[in-house]
Protein backbone atom coordinates (compact mmCIF):
# COMPACT_ATOMS: atom_id res chain seq x y z
CA UNK A 1 0.00 0.00 0.00
CA UNK A 2 1.51 3.34 -1.03
CA UNK A 3 0.71 6.57 0.72
CA UNK A 4 1.02 10.28 -0.66
CA UNK A 5 2.98 13.01 0.89
CA UNK A 6 -0.42 14.94 2.24
CA UNK A 7 -1.77 10.82 3.78
CA UNK A 8 2.35 10.50 5.35
CA UNK A 9 1.77 13.72 6.96
CA UNK A 10 -1.48 12.94 8.38
CA UNK A 11 -0.16 9.46 9.22
CA UNK A 12 2.82 10.70 11.39
CA UNK A 13 0.99 13.29 12.76
CA UNK A 14 -1.62 11.27 14.00
CA UNK A 15 1.02 8.84 15.05
CA UNK A 16 2.72 11.86 16.95
CA UNK A 17 -0.82 12.54 19.00
CA UNK A 18 -1.29 8.96 19.63
CA UNK A 19 2.40 9.17 21.37
CA UNK A 20 1.31 12.14 23.29
CA UNK A 21 -2.02 12.24 23.52
CA UNK A 22 -3.05 15.96 22.72
CA UNK A 23 -6.39 17.95 22.42
CA UNK A 24 -6.97 17.89 18.28
CA UNK A 25 -8.31 20.74 16.13
CA UNK A 26 -11.77 19.49 13.72
CA UNK A 27 -9.31 20.09 10.68
CA UNK A 28 -6.88 17.13 12.25
CA UNK A 29 -9.69 15.11 13.24
CA UNK A 30 -11.03 15.20 9.54
CA UNK A 31 -7.46 14.55 7.96
CA UNK A 32 -7.33 11.34 10.58
CA UNK A 33 -10.62 10.21 9.46
CA UNK A 34 -10.27 10.71 5.61
CA UNK A 35 -7.01 8.21 5.58
CA UNK A 36 -8.94 6.41 7.92
CA UNK A 37 -11.30 6.07 5.14
CA UNK A 38 -9.03 5.72 2.91
CA UNK A 39 -7.33 2.83 4.67
CA UNK A 40 -10.26 1.10 4.32
CA UNK A 41 -10.97 1.76 0.80
CA UNK A 42 -7.51 0.48 -0.32
CA UNK A 43 -8.42 -2.60 1.92
CA UNK A 44 -11.96 -3.38 0.30
CA UNK A 45 -10.20 -2.91 -3.26
CA UNK A 46 -7.24 -5.29 -2.15
CA UNK A 47 -10.21 -8.03 -1.21
CA UNK A 48 -12.13 -7.33 -4.16
CA UNK A 49 -8.73 -8.12 -6.36
CA UNK A 50 -7.90 -11.32 -4.38
CA UNK A 51 -11.59 -12.02 -4.93
CA UNK A 52 -10.96 -11.66 -8.73
CA UNK A 53 -7.77 -13.61 -8.34
CA UNK A 54 -9.05 -16.70 -6.63
CA UNK A 55 -12.40 -17.11 -9.11
CA UNK A 56 -9.45 -16.83 -12.08
CA UNK A 57 -7.50 -19.61 -9.85
CA UNK A 58 -10.88 -21.44 -9.74
CA UNK A 59 -11.46 -21.02 -13.78
CA UNK A 60 -8.66 -22.51 -14.60
CA UNK A 61 -8.58 -25.38 -12.39
CA UNK A 62 -11.72 -26.37 -12.96
CA UNK A 63 -10.36 -26.23 -17.09
CA UNK A 64 -7.37 -28.79 -16.19
CA UNK A 65 -5.46 -30.65 -17.87
CA UNK A 66 -5.62 -27.86 -21.07
CA UNK A 67 -4.99 -24.73 -19.01
CA UNK A 68 -2.27 -26.60 -16.98
CA UNK A 69 0.70 -23.42 -17.51
CA UNK A 70 -1.93 -20.83 -16.83
CA UNK A 71 -2.94 -22.79 -13.54
CA UNK A 72 0.53 -23.36 -12.08
CA UNK A 73 1.78 -19.93 -12.82
CA UNK A 74 -1.39 -18.67 -11.18
CA UNK A 75 -1.10 -20.64 -8.02
CA UNK A 76 2.17 -19.68 -7.62
CA UNK A 77 0.91 -16.19 -7.23
CA UNK A 78 -1.66 -16.85 -4.91
CA UNK A 79 0.71 -18.57 -2.97
CA UNK A 80 3.25 -15.81 -2.84
CA UNK A 81 0.39 -13.44 -1.72
CA UNK A 82 -0.79 -15.77 1.55
CA UNK A 83 -3.43 -17.59 -0.25
CA UNK A 84 -3.58 -21.36 1.90
CA UNK A 85 -4.71 -24.08 -0.79
CA UNK A 86 -7.26 -26.07 -0.72
CA UNK A 87 -8.49 -29.30 -1.54
CA UNK A 88 -9.58 -28.79 -5.01
CA UNK A 89 -5.96 -27.22 -5.32
CA UNK A 90 -3.93 -30.99 -3.63
CA UNK A 91 -6.46 -32.74 -6.49
CA UNK A 92 -5.44 -30.52 -9.06
CA UNK A 93 -2.23 -31.26 -8.31
CA UNK A 94 -2.07 -34.66 -7.95
CA UNK A 95 -3.26 -35.11 -11.08
CA UNK A 96 -0.66 -32.57 -12.79
CA UNK A 97 2.73 -33.84 -10.77
CA UNK A 98 4.33 -35.66 -13.31
CA UNK A 99 5.66 -32.16 -14.44
CA UNK A 100 8.53 -31.11 -11.96
CA UNK A 101 6.91 -28.03 -11.46
CA UNK A 102 3.58 -29.34 -10.22
CA UNK A 103 5.41 -31.81 -8.00
CA UNK A 104 7.36 -28.78 -6.21
CA UNK A 105 3.89 -27.15 -5.93
CA UNK A 106 1.94 -30.00 -4.29
CA UNK A 107 4.86 -30.83 -1.95
CA UNK A 108 4.64 -27.34 -1.14
CA UNK A 109 1.15 -26.70 -0.63
CA UNK A 110 1.11 -29.94 0.98
CA UNK A 111 2.91 -28.05 3.78
CA UNK A 112 1.10 -24.80 3.85
CA UNK A 113 -2.51 -26.84 3.68
CA UNK A 114 -1.26 -29.41 6.91
CA UNK A 115 -0.06 -25.35 8.77
CA UNK A 116 -3.12 -23.68 8.18
CA UNK A 117 -5.11 -26.73 9.42
CA UNK A 118 -3.40 -27.08 12.55
CA UNK A 119 -3.80 -23.31 13.36
CA UNK A 120 -7.28 -23.05 12.89
CA UNK A 121 -7.69 -26.02 14.92
CA UNK A 122 -5.11 -24.17 17.83
CA UNK A 123 -7.19 -21.03 17.22
CA UNK A 124 -10.78 -22.97 17.86
CA UNK A 125 -9.63 -25.04 21.00
CA UNK A 126 -8.20 -22.02 22.75
CA UNK A 127 -11.16 -19.95 21.71
CA UNK A 128 -9.73 -17.41 19.46
CA UNK A 129 -10.72 -15.99 16.30
CA UNK A 130 -9.83 -13.27 14.69
CA UNK A 131 -11.93 -9.91 14.87
CA UNK A 132 -12.47 -8.10 11.69
CA UNK A 133 -10.45 -4.61 11.75
CA UNK A 134 -12.89 -2.08 12.88
CA UNK A 135 -13.32 1.82 11.97
CA UNK A 136 -11.60 4.67 13.43
CA UNK A 137 -14.39 6.10 15.49
CA UNK A 138 -12.78 8.30 17.87
CA UNK A 139 -9.43 9.72 17.99
CA UNK A 140 -8.72 11.58 22.05
CA UNK A 141 -9.36 14.75 22.16
CA UNK A 142 -11.08 14.99 18.86
CA UNK A 143 -14.66 14.94 18.87
CA UNK A 144 -16.92 16.26 21.33
CA UNK A 145 -18.51 13.88 23.97
CA UNK A 146 -21.70 13.72 22.61
CA UNK A 147 -21.24 13.56 19.16
CA UNK A 148 -22.00 10.29 16.89
CA UNK A 149 -18.41 9.18 15.24
CA UNK A 150 -20.33 8.27 12.30
CA UNK A 151 -22.57 11.29 11.47
CA UNK A 152 -21.51 13.22 8.31
CA UNK A 153 -20.91 16.91 8.72
CA UNK A 154 -23.08 17.91 5.56
CA UNK A 155 -26.17 16.98 4.84
CA UNK A 156 -27.17 14.55 2.10
CA UNK A 157 -27.55 15.45 -1.72
CA UNK A 158 -31.42 15.82 -2.67
CA UNK A 159 -32.42 12.51 -3.85
CA UNK A 160 -29.62 10.67 -3.14
CA UNK A 161 -30.29 8.14 0.37
CA UNK A 162 -27.10 8.22 2.54
CA UNK A 163 -25.38 5.54 3.66
CA UNK A 164 -23.90 4.47 6.58
CA UNK A 165 -20.41 4.15 5.34
CA UNK A 166 -21.33 6.81 2.61
CA UNK A 167 -18.77 9.49 2.68
CA UNK A 168 -19.66 13.30 1.30
CA UNK A 169 -18.01 13.89 -1.99
CA UNK A 170 -15.94 16.69 -1.07
CA UNK A 171 -16.29 20.06 -3.01
CA UNK A 172 -13.98 20.84 -5.79
CA UNK A 173 -13.04 24.10 -3.66
CA UNK A 174 -12.23 22.22 -0.28
CA UNK A 175 -9.47 19.93 -3.00
CA UNK A 176 -8.53 22.82 -4.95
CA UNK A 177 -8.46 25.69 -3.17
CA UNK A 178 -9.65 29.19 -5.22
CA UNK A 179 -6.20 30.95 -6.75
CA UNK A 180 -5.65 34.01 -4.90
CA UNK A 181 -5.19 36.92 -7.25
CA UNK A 182 -2.38 39.40 -7.34
CA UNK A 183 -3.17 42.61 -5.66
CA UNK A 184 -3.29 45.25 -8.00
CA UNK A 185 -0.75 48.13 -7.76
CA UNK A 186 -1.62 50.83 -5.33
CA UNK A 187 -3.24 53.69 -7.59
CA UNK A 188 -1.48 56.88 -6.91
CA UNK A 189 -3.90 59.94 -7.43
CA UNK A 190 -2.04 63.27 -8.40
CA UNK A 191 -3.64 66.34 -7.17
CA UNK A 192 -4.44 68.65 -10.22
CA UNK A 193 -2.49 72.23 -9.47
Same mark, same amino acid.
Do not use: W
Given at each position: ?AFSADEL??????? @?????????? $????? %? =???????? %???????????????????? +????? /???? *????? &????????? +? %? /?? /?? $???????????????????? =??? &???? #???????????? &???????????? !?????????????? *?????????KPGD??? /??? #???? !? !????????????? @???
Amino acid at each position: MAFSADELRVLRRAL @AIALHPMPLS $DEDVQ %D =CLRLAGSV %DEAAGEAGRLRAFLLADLAR +YRNAL /PGSA *TGYLE &LLQDALAAG +Y %D /PR /PD $DLAALRALRGGRLAAALLER =CQV &LAER #SVRARLAGRSAG &LTAPPRGRLLAL !PGGRAAGQEPDRPR *TPAAPGRPQKPGDRPM /PKP #SEVF !P !PRRRPAPPPSEER @AAG
